[in-house]
């Protein structure tokens, strides 16, 4: 059983550059979300999706775009990445209301 | 707006002691509360997730308790361990899908 899985673990990006976060889960989950963290602040909200077709916007959501076309899989769009965009992205997955599961999370340098 | 704060934000003690993690947050009324593990470098395992209409779960060593209407959480560990040095993290329900994060307590178990 995998889980949540999420790829690439690691990545270097330019000013300006755009890419996709991909995220995974096999276990039939309907919600789905986006989380950033980043030193001394926590782990924030970006997005989140309570089942295909459906998304919204969590609480730091600007330069991110999000989509769900499946329930597996809910990817994190980074449409012209900042500086201040440097993180590690997690993604999450839960069935309502129960426990959630967190992948081991995507390392991103912006430069 | 939820807040989460966790207390304290470091620990260090011997192998051996028992210890408390507290866990405080603004708004009552929520859902659930879920105790994570964060392992340096890691993604986030989840420890014990307490429903609002219950007032303690345990999990081996650990034992975490709630306090909604006082907005209090703690998370008790029996007979430290070195293997125990991790962060710790609390986050909270509200809706049906998203968390609230406090910062965590780093903790450290020496031998």
């Known amino acids: 059983n995998a889980g949540v899985t999420q790829t690439p673990k690691f990545q270097v990006l330019k000013t300006g550059q755009s890419m996709t976060l991909q995220c995974a889960q096999d276990m039939n989950h309907e919600y789905m979300s986006w989380y950033r963290q980043d030193p001394g602040m926590g782990l924030r909200l970006i997005h989140y999706s309570v089942g295909a077709g459906i998304t919204d916007q969590g609480e730091v959501p600007n330069g991110y775009n999000v989509s769900r076309s499946t329930t597996e899989d809910f990817p994190l769009r980074l449409l012209s990445a900042a500086p201040s965009q440097t993180s590690v992205y997690f993604c999450?997955?839960?069935?309502?209301?129960?426990?959630?599961?967190f992948g081991q999370g995507t390392r991103l340098t912006v430069v | 707006k939820q807040e989460v704060t966790q207390i304290p934000a470091a620990l260090s003690v011997p192998e051996g002691e028992n210890l408390v993690l507290n866990c405080s947050f603004t708004?009552?009324?929520?859902?659930?509360l879920q105790w994570f593990r964060q392992d340096p470098g890691k993604g986030l395992t989840s420890l014990l997730l307490i429903q609002s209409s219950q007032r303690e779960q345990t999990s081996g060593r650990l034992n975490a308790s709630l306090d909604k209407s006082s907005g209090r959480s703690t998370l008790y560990i029996a007979a430290s361990q070195p293997g125990d040095s991790a962060t710790y993290l609390c986050?909270?329900?509200?809706?049906?899908?998203?968390?609230?994060f406090g910062k965590g307590t780093m903790l450290l178990v020496s031998p």
């Open positions: 708004d009552s009324a929520i859902y659930n």
């Open positions: 999450a997955s839960s069935l309502q209301g129960f426990e959630a599961f």
């Open positions: 986050a909270v329900r509200k809706g049906y899908s998203t968390l609230t």
